[in-house]
């Protein structure tokens, strides 16, 4: 049986019972199980006591220290869920951590996009991939510092929120549009560039969601910290179930998120971004 530790926000109910993959230092991937005590062997007491990482092991069918090593597996490999990706139609997408693999995708696509079909000679374009955002913002901290950016625009998987809340409360259903986020624990959006941004989806048409959260955190913190503080919004693709082993995402809401950054990029200037 293997110990493991979580990396980021999981709920340890969302963890048991699943398929996961071990990778070893060589590149080879283990399959194995999350487990814990079978309820045929369990006290009442057990039954009853809270479940936590502690009471969960990873099991890859071996019966000794040494088969399990045999097979590549060392303290430090990393552990990802076992889950593939599928279209289930032509825009629902159903895989795994879309809290951030949409935003990236998001980013690149329009990255792509802005250099090979507009030009905006007042604007130098960079995009930045970072890492270990859900164990601090780590990978963005060091790109901002890096990066001489002026203003910032971040890709998120933001959670959805339309399966459990309210109607009248809901900020980030899937399928009605990127969102943008005005407050979280990790920072408050500068409210010049969300006006703009808010402003140009009403002025193209672009559906979009508004949101203020007391929870949860995103890499703009790290732009919004850095220097004499980087100007940021936070453009968010609705995922349901993030932090869990399967998400949903709506492609339209990635299309919509494109063609907002898109809009921003294609008209920002020196000007208005002295105004915002």
């Not at 990236?104 to 991939?129: F, G, H, M, P």
């Not at 339309?162 to 980030?172: A, L």
């Not at 919004?224 to 932090?243: D, E, F, L, T």
Request: overall charge neutral; hydrophobic content about 35%; glycine content about 8%.
């Amino acid at each position: 049986m293997i110990d493991f530790l979580p990396v980021g926000g999981w709920d340890v109910h969302n963890v048991p019972a699943h398929t996961v993959i071990i990778k070893s230092h060589t590149g080879s991937k283990i399959k194995g199980i999350t487990a814990s005590i079978p309820p045929h062997f369990m006290t009442e007491e057990q039954k009853k006591a809270p479940l936590s990482f502690d009471k969960l092991v990873i099991d890859v069918g071996t019966s000794s220290k040494k088969e399990t090593e045999s097979l590549g597996i060392e303290i430090g490999n990393p552990i990802v869920p076992d889950v593939e990706f599928e279209a289930l139609n032509d825009h629902l997408f159903l895989g795994k951590a879309f809290d951030c693999r949409i935003g990236c995708a998001c980013l690149l696509d329009t990255y792509r996009t802005y250099s090979e079909n507009l030009n905006n000679n007042q604007i130098a374009l960079q995009a930045v991939l970072s890492s270990q955002e859900e164990v601090g913002e780590r990978g963005s901290t060091v790109a901002a510092q890096q990066i001489d950016a002026d203003i910032a625009i971040v890709f998120e998987g933001c959670p959805a929120d339309d399966t459990f809340t309210p109607k009248y409360k809901i900020q980030s259903a899937m399928g009605k549009g990127p969102m943008l986020r005005h407050h979280d624990v990790s920072m408050i959006t500068h409210p010049g560039f969300q006006r703009f941004a808010i402003e140009l989806a009403k002025e193209y048409n672009l559906p979009l969601q508004r949101s203020v959260r007391k929870g949860g955190g995103t890499n703009g913190a790290a732009y919004s910290m850095s220097k004499n503080g980087i100007p940021c919004i936070v453009i968010g693709i609705p995922v349901r179930y993030a932090h869990s082993h399967y998400c949903f995402t709506d492609y339209r809401d990635y299309q919509n998120a494109k063609a907002l950054a898109l809009k921003i990029i294609e008209i920002l200037n020196p000007k208005i971004f002295k105004n915002l």
